[in-house]
């Protein structure tokens, strides 16, 4: 069974640090880009980055660009999300997602259950 | 960046009948790279339908995708009770990768 479980969520204060962890099973992870994608409380989807399934290339929306560093253990079948520098506007629930393809995205086809980010003073 | 306006805001419709929802970009799709998720209460997306008309794995023949350039649609044929929800639109044509708002498919 293809399942992402996401890990390393919590309560931090304005201008702190976390790593998320996503661990990933059921497929050949390095055959796939992975992104994250986070929603806000009772908000919309926002694509937060996206890296290649060998890690080559990141990507990244305006919002979280020199803050966030995604990156990637494909002998360990574990995605990252580093996040600096953190605001009140970053609180979300954080979403692992796997891509269709192995290059940019195509389509997220499988999701995690999500882990919570909460910023606040 | 792509502007992904979905319409309506809410459905109300009762089982069975027929939904229609609205994804309109406010510049062309790149590709027809456009994909509907669907979003339980408590439940992560779910992917539908990808490059604007493309079933996902799984997924029932009653959702159907279509559309190009900047409007797109998705149509539920029969409501089932598991089928309301919230749905979104996705653009993944270009950088950065944008989501609709949401159309909530409520009970009426």
């Known amino acids: 069974e293809v399942q992402l479980l996401e890990s390393g969520g919590g309560f931090i204060q304005p201008g702190g640090s976390l790593r998320l962890s996503c661990a990933a099973s059921?497929?050949?992870?390095?055959?796939?880009?992975m992104s994250w994608v986070r929603q806000a409380p009772g908000k919309g989807l926002e694509w937060v980055s996206t890296?290649?399934?060998?890690?080559?290339?990141?990507y990244y929306p305006a919002s979280v660009r020199g803050r966030f560093t995604i990156s990637r253990d494909n002998s360990k079948n574990t995605l990252y999300l580093q996040m600096n520098s953190l605001r009140a506007e970053d609180t979300a629930l954080y979403y692992c997602?796997?891509?269709?393809?192995?290059?940019?995205?195509?389509?997220?086809?499988?999701w995690g259950q999500g882990t919570m980010v909460t910023v606040s003073s | 960046e792509i502007v992904l306006t979905q319409s309506p805001g809410t459905l109300s419709l009762s089982p069975g009948e027929r939904a229609t929802l609205s994804c309109r970009a406010s510049q062309s799709v790149s590709g027809s790279y456009l994909a509907w998720y669907q979003q339980r209460p408590g439940q992560a997306p779910r992917l539908l339908i990808y490059?604007?008309?493309s079933r996902a794995t799984g997924i029932p023949d009653r959702f159907s995708g279509s559309g190009s350039g900047t409007d797109f649609t998705l149509t539920i044929s029969g409501l089932e009770p598991e089928d309301f929800a919230v749905y979104y639109c996705q653009q993944y044509g270009s950088s950065p990768l944008t989501f609709g708002g949401g159309t909530k498919v409520e009970i009426k």
């Open positions: 490059d604007a008309s």
């Open positions: 059921g497929f050949t992870f390095s055959n796939y880009a």
């Open positions: 890296i290649h399934g060998p890690g080559s290339g990141t």
């Open positions: 997602a796997k891509d269709r393809s192995v290059w940019y995205s195509r389509g997220f086809d499988v």
